[in-house]
């Protein structure tokens, strides 16, 4: 049960924030909003305010924003004739694509928003306290032992655990570092030389790592950032899950890493979502700004249906000077919807070998 409600929570919330910027920029436009609706099919509950209908709808797979004159060769709930100066199609491209792009900017936003948040509140940080040092390590013969603070590697700071690996990313077995120690409250210098040894890398990829032989300590703190801090911590965070993203797109595109491993569905973001939600408030929300980012991306995808589909509808305009005619625009949609259905049944097969293998 808390599964379910956590995946409805986090549906919702994402639904929202994107159906959201859709809305806003339509009214900023001048566009009548005849429904929002969160969730697709019979509604559940409505309201109607003004011209618009709210409606949180059956199925919370998606959302929409249905606007006036939002599709030419159709009559908007018979309020007819169409206020061109209302209409969606009725405005210019610049307005209309402002419209469609709010939605997934909105979702980054929303993660920008988060990780700011969660910045303010204290950033969970592992020290760089060393928990145990492995018996024959190379770290076990500099005379590394459990309870050292690593202050510094190769004259670069460390403040946290996480430094460590960063510092040592391309670590060879040629390399020897020097690491500045705090051992009951004296400072001084080892010498470590690190093995190579296999591992896989967050995209599941095999690599070659340098590794010295320490674990960490169990401890946690928090870390808070100023005010400033942590507008730049929002940003910094936000871009770096786009780039480890792009990077895993395209990994899975020209095969580095298996898609049927790496692509998941609704039933994988249930599962993070009542784990994360059993976890405690902030790796909740940290998971909700991971996935709003992913949402961001793939509504972007040039395919028709979605609003990068509509923003290269958009693009072919202003080259040629005008819309499509209505058959192009129709099959486009249609293979977009095609390649739409397909990328989820394979997210959905993805999920349920999964389940059925137990990973």
Do not use: C
């Not at 040629?174 to 967050?202: C, S």
């Amino acid at each position: 049960m808390t599964t379910i409600i956590a995946f409805v929570i986090v549906l919702g919330i994402l639904i929202f924030i994107h159906e959201l910027g859709h809305f806003i920029f339509a009214k900023i436009n001048g566009v009548g909003v005849l429904k929002f609706s969160l969730g697709f099919g019979p509604a559940i509950i409505r309201k109607r305010i003004g011209e618009t209908e709210y409606m949180v709808s059956a199925v919370p797979l998606g959302g929409y924003v249905k606007m006036l004159g939002e599709d030419p060769s159709r009559k908007d709930d018979g309020m007819t004739p169409i206020d061109p100066a209302r209409s969606f199609a009725g405005k210019s491209l610049k307005a209309r694509a402002a419209i469609v792009v709010a939605g997934p900017v909105f979702n980054l936003l929303l993660a920008i928003l988060i990780y700011m948040a969660i910045a303010w509140a204290g950033l969970p940080m592992v020290p760089p306290v060393i928990g145990s040092v492995l018996k024959g390590s190379p770290a076990d013969a500099s005379g590394l032992k459990g309870g050292d603070r690593i202050v510094s590697i190769q004259n670069k700071p460390v403040e946290a655990w996480d430094d460590i690996p960063a510092i040592m990313e391309n670590a060879s077995a040629r390399d020897t570092y020097e690491i500045i120690i705090l051992r009951d409250g004296t400072q001084f210098a080892v010498h470590v030389k690190p093995v190579m040894t296999k591992g896989k890398n967050i995209f599941g990829e095999e690599v070659a790592r340098g590794m010295i032989g320490i674990t960490r300590s169990g401890e946690i703190v928090r870390k808070k950032l100023g005010f400033i801090g942590g507008i730049g911590y929002g940003f910094t965070q936000t871009w770096e899950v786009v780039r480890l993203t792009g990077i895993g797109v395209w990994k899975m595109l020209d095969g580095s890493i298996d898609v049927r491993k790496n692509l998941g569905g609704p039933i994988l973001i249930a599962q993070v979502s009542g784990q994360t939600f059993k976890a405690g408030m902030m790796p909740f929300f940290s998971m909700i700004a991971f996935i709003s980012i992913n949402l961001f991306l793939i509504n972007l995808l040039p395919i028709p249906v979605l609003d990068g589909g509509h923003l290269l509808l958009f693009g072919i305009e202003g080259v040629i000077g005008r819309p499509l005619k209505d058959r192009a625009r129709e099959t486009a949609q249609q293979i977009g919807l095609f390649l739409l259905i397909v990328i989820m049944l394979l997210a959905l097969y993805n999920d349920i070998m999964r389940l059925v293998s137990g990973g």
